[in-house]
Nanobody
Framework: QVQLVESGGGLVQPGGSLRLSCAAS????????MGWYRQAPGKERELVAT???????NYADPVKGRLTISRDNAKNTVYLQMNSLKPEDTAVYYC????????????????WGRGTQVTVSS
């Protein structure tokens, strides 16, 4: 009843840019925080950036100054603008949202998208 769908991934050269989008849809009362995580082959999933409903942001050290998270509350959509990309940014990027669904118990739930591949290579 609630889905998160990522888009915008692809292949880019080092120093290039990509813009990821993630839209939450379905039976949703409200969306609290949203965020991006990534996982490279053979590594654990790690936090990239988060943004609160009020616009407060938090970034992992490796992406500070290069990646920017933003959101459109009216569209329940979160974005990740990725600039000055490096090969070490190569990973599957997953969208996350902490939200209250309009079904069942009205408790805060965590939802994940299926991921979108970002490859940085020359």
């Amino acid at each position: 009843q609630v889905q998160l769908v990522e888009s915008g991934g692809g292949l880019v050269q080092p120093g290039g840019s990509l813009r990821l989008s993630c839209a939450a849809s379905g039976s949703i009362l409200r969306v609290n925080s949203m965020g991006w995580y990534r996982q490279a082959p053979g590594k654990e999933r790690e936090l990239v950036a988060t943004i609160s409903s009020g616009g407060s942001t938090n970034y992992a050290d490796p992406v500070k100054g290069r990646l920017t998270i933003s959101r459109d509350n009216a569209k329940n959509t979160v974005y990740l603008q990725m600039n000055s990309l490096k090969p070490e940014d190569t990973a599957v990027y997953y969208c996350n949202a902490d939200l209250v669904p309009s079904f069942g118990r009205w408790n805060l739930q965590s939802y994940w998208g299926r991921g979108t591949q970002v490859t940085v290579s020359s």
